[in-house]
C-alpha cells in the first residue's frame, strides 16, 4: 500500500461534500438544510475539543446548578449548550430551539429566523465523563411552515422529522445522521478537521446476540420487560443466552445496538412510570436513526415515531433495536393486554 499517495487522497467522501450531494438531488433547493446541518458539524467538532481536553481545562465537575430535569449540571453541559446554542441561531436557519438543558423553547427573531426546529440535548451522558466513557450529543429538525413559529411546532410526532443524528465522543468522534434515506456513519479526521464517510449505508442485523438495560431497576419493571430479559437469560429453547452490555450513556448504548445488533431497553417502572428518557431530543431523533437503520422502535405502547408529545420535556418508555428483537417484545406486552 502506498501510504505516501494515501495521506495525500482529496477523493475522501466529507459530510460536506456528501450534503452538497444530497442537496443536488433537489433542483429547487436554496441550501438553508444544507447550511444548518453544517453549522450542526461545527458545534459537534467544538464540543468534541472541549470533551478532549475537559480535564486539562477545568472543564469536570459541576456548574454548580440544576437543570430543568432537576439534574446537576456539569460545565460541560452548561458549555456545549451555549456551543450548539449560537451555532444554531447563528446559522439563520432557525426558528425554534429546544435544549434538554433549557426549560422553555427558543424562539429565534427576526432577522436570523429560518424555517426549521431543532431539538437536541447537548451532552448526553455527562455524568460518565469524569471516567471516560463515551458521551454525545443528539439531534432532530424538523420543518416548520408557519411564518410565525409557535411550540406547536415543535410537538411534531416524531415520524415528521427531516432529519436525525448524533455525535460520539469517544476513542474517536463519530457522528451518525440520517436525512431521510438511509444511515451513515462519518468520522472525524483530526488532522483534517474534517467528518469523512466510514459507515456508509449502516444496516442494524435483524436480531442481535445483546440486550441493554439497567438491570438495578429490575425489581420495579412491569411483567412484559421482565419476562422478555428472562428470556434473555434462560432462552427456553436452550440456545446460547444473550450477554448484557451496558454503558449508561445513551448515545454509547445506542451506537453499539445499531453496529452490532440486539436491543435497548430503558422501560418504565414503579419509579418512573412515564419512563425516564425524553421524548423529543432522545426517544424520536434515535427511534428514526434505527428505523432508518432497518430496525424497530417501540414504547410498549405503539410505534415510538407516532407518539405526539403534549411538552418539551415529555417522558417515555423506549425499546429499540433490531427487528425481530423488538417484535419479540412488542408480542409479549400483546399478550398482557389481551389477558387485560
Not at 208 to 220: F, L, P, Q, T
Not at 226 to 252: H, Q, T, W
Not at 273 to 296: C, T
Amino acid at each position: 500500500m502506498d501510504h505516501a499517495a494515501d495521506a495525500h487522497r482529496t477523493d475522501l467522501m466529507t459530510i460536506t461534500r456528501f450534503v452538497l450531494n444530497e442537496q443536488s438531488k433537489h433542483p429547487d433547493s436554496k441550501g438553508d438544510f444544507s447550511i444548518l446541518l453544517n453549522n450542526i458539524v461545527l458545534g459537534c467538532k467544538f464540543v468534541c475539543s472541549a470533551v478532549n481536553k475537559a480535564g486539562l481545562a477545568k472543564l469536570i465537575g459541576l456548574a454548580g446548578d440544576t437543570n430543568v430535569q432537576g439534574e446537576e449540571q456539569k460545565k460541560l453541559d452548561v458549555l456545549s449548550n451555549e456551543v450548539f446554542v449560537k451555532a444554531l441561531i447563528s446559522s439563520g436557519r432557525t426558528c425554534i430551539l429546544v435544549s434538554e438543558e433549557d426549560e422553555e423553547a427558543t424562539f429565534v427573531s427576526p432577522p436570523l429566523r429560518g424555517k426549521y426546529c431543532v431539538v437536541f440535548d447537548p451532552l448526553d451522558g455527562s455524568s460518565n465523563i469524569d471516567c471516560g466513557v463515551s458521551i454525545g450529543t443528539i439531534f432532530g429538525i424538523y420543518l416548520v411552515n408557519d411564518l410565525e413559529a409557535t411550540i406547536d411546532d415543535a410537538l411534531q410526532p416524531g415520524k415528521n422529522m427531516l432529519a436525525a443524528g448524533y455525535c460520539m465522543y469517544g476513542s474517536s468522534c463519530m457522528l451518525v445522521l440520517s436525512t431521510g434515506n438511509g444511515v451513515n456513519g462519518f468520522t472525524l479526521d483530526p488532522s483534517l478537521g474534517e467528518f469523512i464517510l466510514t459507515h456508509p449505508d449502516i444496516k442494524i442485523p435483524k436480531t442481535g446476540k445483546i440486550y441493554s438495560v439497567n438491570e438495578g431497576n429490575a425489581k420495579n419493571w412491569d411483567g412484559p420487560t421482565a419476562k422478555y430479559i428472562e428470556n434473555c437469560k434462560f432462552p427456553k429453547d436452550g440456545s446460547s443466552p444473550k450477554s448484557l452490555r451496558y454503558v449508561g450513556s445513551m448515545v454509547a448504548d445506542v451506537h453499539r445496538t445499531l453496529l452490532y445488533g440486539g436491543i435497548f431497553l430503558y422501560p418504565a417502572d414503579r419509579k418512573s412510570p412515564n419512563g425516564k428518557l425524553r421524548v423529543l431530543y432522545e426517544v424520536f431523533p434515535m427511534s428514526f436513526l434505527i428505523e432508518q437503520a432497518g430496525g424497530q422502535a417501540f414504547t410498549g405502547k405503539i410505534r415510538a415515531l407516532d407518539l405526539v408529545p403534549k411538552k418539551i420535556h415529555e417522558r417515555s418508555p423506549i425499546f429499540l433495536g433490531s427487528y425481530e428483537d423488538v417484535e419479540e417484545i412488542k408480542e409479549l406486552y400483546a399478550a398482557a393486554q389481551n389477558q387485560n
